[in-house]
């Protein structure tokens, strides 16, 4: 088993940023893929960004292109997400997840965390 565990949440006003952690424990890490989701109020949990294990390829959202960016530590089994110029529309709980699979697809996530809320006022 691996457990994730979010940090880093908060509320913000629009256009600020907030960095989000992940940090791992458990069985290894190594070889995941981890990715970032989100569910906003009343909406779906929808996908926001990934990242392989080496960090070669990285994956994101068409509505956080360019604003969002993700990375990660492997030596601290941590993996980040820095959300910059914030919007109101980015409120919602932030889940990380692993995989081995698929970067994009959330049903292949294999492991996740319990979320940190992101609230962003106007």
């Known amino acids: 088993q691996v457990q994730l565990a979010e940090s880093g949440g908060g509320l913000v006003q629009a256009g600020d940023s907030l960095r989000l952690s992940c940090a791992a424990s458990?069985?290894?890490?190594?070889?995941?893929?981890t990715g970032w989701f989100r569910r906003a109020p009343g909406k779906e949990r929808e996908f926001v960004a990934a990242?392989?294990?080496?960090?070669?390829?990285?994956y994101f959202a068409d509505s956080v292109k360019g604003r969002f960016t993700i990375s990660r530590d492997n030596a601290k089994n941590t993996v980040y997400l820095q959300m910059n110029s914030l919007k109101p529309g980015d409120t919602a709980v932030y889940y990380c997840?692993?995989?081995?699979?698929?970067?994009?697809?959330?049903?292949?996530?294999?492991?996740w965390g319990q979320g940190t809320q992101v609230t962003v006022s106007s």
């Open positions: 997840a692993a995989t081995f699979g698929s970067a994009t697809s959330m049903t292949g996530y294999d492991y």
């Open positions: 990242i392989t294990w080496g960090g070669d390829y990285t």
């Open positions: 458990g069985r290894t890490f190594r070889g995941y893929t």
